[in-house]
């Protein structure tokens, strides 16, 4: 992958991660704050837990922290996928997110 096609893919992932917390917000009682400050977004919950996501542009990766420890994720040219084996991101995210909020919340790219 070219530096120009992962930033591509790793600009389509944040817009995606944005768009969804504010259709989460629109849908649900979850409260997302989401915050953009270049390649990073940082969601804060209603308790005042946080998701941060940002761009690790010499690796091609996305790194993602959350309560439950740190994530790196390659595009695999369709997904985004951890890389230890652990799954895809917007499963990662989503799993994440709701333990967080604590009620069901979906991402998707």
């Known amino acids: 992958m070219t530096d120009l096609e992962y930033m591509d893919r790793a600009e389509q992932l944040l817009l995606a991660v944005e768009q969804a917390c504010d259709r989460i917000n629109e849908e649900t009682e979850a409260d997302l704050d989401s915050q953009r400050t270049g390649g990073m977004v940082t969601i804060t919950f209603s308790n005042r837990s946080q998701i941060v996501i940002n761009l690790q542009r010499p690796l091609h990766e996305v790194w993602m922290a959350a309560q439950s420890g740190g ?16 799954g895809e ?9 709701s333990v967080q909020a604590g009620l069901a919340l979906r991402f998707a790219p």
């Open 89 to 97: 991101f917007f499963a990662a995210l989503s799993h994440n997110a």
């Open 71 to 86: 994530y790196h994720y390659r595009f695999d040219g369709q997904h985004w996928m951890d890389t230890k084996g652990a």
